[in-house]
């Protein structure tokens, strides 16, 4: 199994930023999977990262806000706020980094798109997102038909000591990508996640299938996080090369 404890607080290490963002009204969704069924959609040299033998795949909904490109001090006039989900699960590198790999990204803002040149997995989409009264309901349908969801998560209490494995399901400092036969690395930082428990009240989706996985069994994990604030994605860099 390995070590498994995660740091709560952000590493610290960035220089160089590409972005600031507010993320704002996020639900997780954790499903636990085999270790085999996500190793095999992995490149070679990653290995599906796992909480006591457990693999997790987590479904992500939230509001990207106050969108700003490295030094500017306004947000981006292209990209504002929009709507973001991302279906992803937890490895680790040769050399031991723990990171996220993204299997989808649905986004409803058309320039985000062009992070695909570093190999994240952006699909353009009609994303919603209402609230009532701590009840979110979030939905989407991918541009071209297939994947979607539908998802209604009731916000519970908050969790002032996260537990280890709430924040092992959380938080990561790093996201490993895929170009050109390299594993890219995109360093994070941001504040500590603001966590409640959460309850799904509703959950129809097919991006689990869409990527090859089982569909999920069982009751999920939730958590929600109503805010982070000026989270900071640094400069993508080739790490290692990603293997057959």
Request: proline share 7%; net charge positive.
């Amino acid at each position: 199994m390995g070590e498994r404890v995660v740091s709560r607080e952000a590493e610290r290490h960035l220089r160089l930023l590409v972005m600031r963002a507010d993320w704002l009204d996020q639900a997780f969704v954790h499903w636990p999977y085999r270790p085999a069924d996500v190793q095999v959609l992995l490149p070679a040299r990653l290995t599906v990262d796992t909480y006591d033998d457990t693999a997790w795949v987590t479904l992500t909904p939230f509001v990207m806000a106050e969108v700003r490109a490295a030094g500017l001090a306004s947000p981006a006039p292209a990209v504002g706020r929009f709507l973001e989900t991302n279906l992803r699960t937890y490895v680790r590198g040769p050399d031991g980094r723990r990171a996220l790999w993204f299997l989808s990204i649905e986004v409803s803002c058309a320039a985000m798109l062009a992070a695909r040149a570093v190999g994240l997995p952006y699909h353009s989409g009609s994303l919603t997102l209402r609230r009532d009264d701590g009840v979110y309901f979030y939905s989407g349908m991918r541009h071209g038909g297939g994947a979607s969801y539908r998802l209604t998560v009731r916000r519970g209490e908050p969790l002032p000591a996260p537990s280890e494995r709430d924040v092992w399901l959380t938080t990561r400092w790093h996201a490993f990508t895929r170009r050109a036969g390299l594993i890219w690395d995109t360093p994070v930082e941001h504040e500590p996640w603001n966590l409640h428990t959460g309850t799904v009240e509703g959950l129809a989706q097919s991006l689990t299938t869409a990527v090859g996985l089982p569909a999920p069994s069982g009751e999920p994990l939730v958590h929600v996080s109503p805010a982070v604030r000026q989270a900071r994605i640094g400069v993508s860099r080739p790490r290692f090369r990603a293997g057959y």
